[in-house]
């Protein structure tokens, strides 16, 4: 997983190009690189680790003539982070240069190809063959060259490319892989995220798979894959620049576990109208329809586990949930009478793709839940229901999460009223419950000040166990995965009821237990569960709703969320352990916004 950017106009193309970077820097932090035309020389500048190294090389950039670039920033996954690992790449003669977000899954014979004719490799990525390819197939025509590259490459890829020979143009191509072109006067632009470029121009063009672009300052030409001219819409991209700016907070993560009640404000008024649930664009064959599975990864996964009993009750279909990683090798039972629901932020993730496709060949109808617009998945998918989240910028996602499952909620209540299964009084008191989500969600930030003195109690913990049933179990494991995501704490979610099976054997002395206590169907058997552990030495930092006294007489320590509908109340509950993990990480002194090992869009399999 990486960020590219690109850059052709009248301006310094360098701090323009670093600038960008910054912006894209949650999609890979490891190392970092440019590369700038200025008459038939490419300067290329490279470094290990954060974009604030190669700042400090390139004094901003203003070392670095040159009015076009393009410029990287890397995940790891073929070679170690080194500088020589690090993008851009040059071909040998020197002439062009190259960055790529993705694999090229054949790059191991292309590489022994290109060896056997003579290509020095310098790295161990796989994108080095690809400059390598444009070398050799370069014969004074840039764009063949670039084509016939092209067409010898497997896999997943966003390209950008520069020639010394012709400076003032880029080429640009996709497959499997996010890019977007953007458009100003006299200059132009391309990145995988548009969050780079929406400081200068809020004007773009979304490349579709096996397209690709020419860039010049005059404008852009978009192709087929046969070199086919073809039109493209301009998007307007609506959401204002200080959405992705950190607005005084220390770290983005903590703005936008701040932001989701205005985020979920904005994911639910527009589909609640006079007290119904309206989703105009969801135009599926509801007759066919027999079973529902959810598919995604990491927290829009869990998402999924909160959003299954919410479905399952309210609609009464049989809900299955699949990690889209396993999903695409599993041979599914899936076939026309098949909804699939697919969860996604980006709306990039390849595995989530993957999994599509193969559930759209067995007959499926496909329903995608995302948050970046224009997004691959958004466009694969029969419908679409955006979460309207605003760009989120840290790593760890958070109302990514939340308002995923408000979209859930939303989609069980539409279904639910038009499948009969759903009594009215039941509908118009649960809409009612939705519409005051946000409202009780700024409650489960604002009842909490005692999280940061929390963390100071917990942080040294060489593990956390978190525990709940049903509803609250779903919402233990995205507690547990905040944690171990951005504090480094080893930290596992388990079913309350399973503890006897084994997982007891694992409390001792002083062990930390966060138990989720919020669902009251369940609720005694979860406190029989507490008092175990308990009994164990286990310290217990519980969840519940304020004023349960109950578990405030047997938990060590109290973290509290407003009462709300079981069926409505995952996106409640998960805030205070969104907080919990945060100060936990601070406390440790992690990188919140960018934990090591992780990016934000995961674009490789």
């Not at 022994?112 to 796989?126: A, I, M, V």
């Not at 959401?239 to 979920?264: C, S, T």
């Not at 609609?315 to 996604?344: F, G, K, N, W």
Request: hydrophobic share 40%; proline share 4%; with cysteine.
């Amino acid at each position: 997983m990486c960020g590219i950017v690109g850059y052709t106009g009248s301006q310094n193309a360098a701090p323009l190009l670093l600038e960008g970077l910054k912006k894209l820097e949650y999609r890979g932090y490891d190392s970092a690189g440019i590369a700038v035309v200025e008459g038939n020389t490419i300067h290329i500048r490279k470094v290990t680790g954060r974009i604030a190294n190669l700042c400090e090389k390139t004094g901003d950039g203003q070392g670095i003539p040159g009015t076009t670039g393009i410029g990287h920033t890397r995940w790891a996954t073929h070679g170690a982070p080194t500088d020589t690992n690090a993008h851009p790449h040059t071909s040998n003669d020197g002439r062009f240069a190259v960055v790529h977000n993705g694999i090229i899954e054949n790059y191991v014979e292309l590489r022994r190809e290109l060896t056997q004719k003579g290509y020095r490799f310098e790295s161990e990525t796989d994108t080095e063959v690809i400059v390598h390819l444009v070398e050799m197939y370069y014969g004074g025509d840039f764009k063949q060259a670039v084509m016939k590259a092209a067409n010898r490459l497997r896999g997943s890829y966003a390209l950008g490319i520069v020639c010394a020979n012709e400076p003032g143009r880029i080429f640009v191509m996709r497959e499997a892989s996010p890019l977007i072109v953007g458009l100003g006067i006299g200059e132009t632009y391309f990145a995988s995220d548009v969050t780079a470029m929406v400081a200068y121009t809020r004007n773009v063009i979304y490349l579709e798979d096996g397209e690709f672009a020419e860039l010049t300052p005059e404008g852009v030409q978009v192709y087929d894959c046969a070199g086919r001219e073809i039109p493209k819409p301009i998007s307007r991209i609506t959401w204002d620049i200080q959405a992705a700016e950190k607005g005084g907070y220390a770290h983005f993560m903590l703005k936008e576990i701040m932001e989701q009640p205005r985020a979920a404000k904005a994911t639910l008024a527009p589909r609640i109208q006079s007290g119904e649930v309206v989703l105009e664009n969801l135009t599926l064959d509801w007759g066919k329809i027999q079973k529902i599975m959810i598919t995604a990864c990491g927290s829009a996964y869990y998402a999924g586990c909160a959003g299954k009993y919410t479905i399952e009750k309210l609609c009464r279909i049989p809900v299955q949930l699949e990690l889209a990683s396993e999903l695409r090798y599993a041979d599914p039972l899936v076939d026309e009478h098949t909804l699939l629901i697919v969860l996604s932020q980006s709306g990039e993730t390849a595995d989530t793709i993957a999994a599509m496709k193969e559930c759209r060949n067995r007959g499926a109808q496909i329903l995608a839940i995302v948050n970046v617009v224009g997004s691959t998945i958004a466009k694969l998918a029969d419908c679409t229901l955006y979460t309207w989240a605003g760009p989120e910028i840290a790593v760890a996602t958070t109302k990514g999460y939340t308002t995923q499952l408000l979209v859930l909620y939303l989609f069980a209540l539409y279904a639910g009223k038009l499948r009969g299964t759903l009594k009215a009084d039941q509908y118009h008191r649960l809409v009612g419950e939705l519409r005051s989500l946000p409202r009780r969600m700024q409650l489960a930030l604002d009842m909490n000040p005692r999280i940061p003195k929390l963390a100071k109690k917990y942080h040294k913990a060489d593990s956390l166990f978190f525990i709940g049933r049903n509803t609250d179990y779903a919402v233990a494991l995205e507690g547990a995965l905040k944690m171990k995501e951005i504090s480094y704490i080893h930290a596992e979610s388990y079913a309350a009821g399973e503890l006897k099976h084994g997982t007891i054997a694992l409390i001792h002395e002083g062990q930390p237990v966060v138990a989720l206590c919020c669902n009251p169907a369940v609720m005694e058997k979860t406190l029989s569960n507490i008092v175990e552990v308990i009994a164990r030495g286990a310290e217990v930092l519980a969840v519940a709703e304020r004023g349960n006294q109950t578990v405030l007489s047997v938990a060590d320590d109290m973290l509290y969320v407003p009462r709300v509908d079981t069926l409505l109340s995952a996106c409640v509950e998960i805030i205070p352990l969104q907080l919990l993990a945060y100060y936990v990480a601070k406390e440790n002194g992690c990188d919140i916004d960018k934990p090591k090992n992780l990016a934000k869009s995961v674009t490789v399999e």
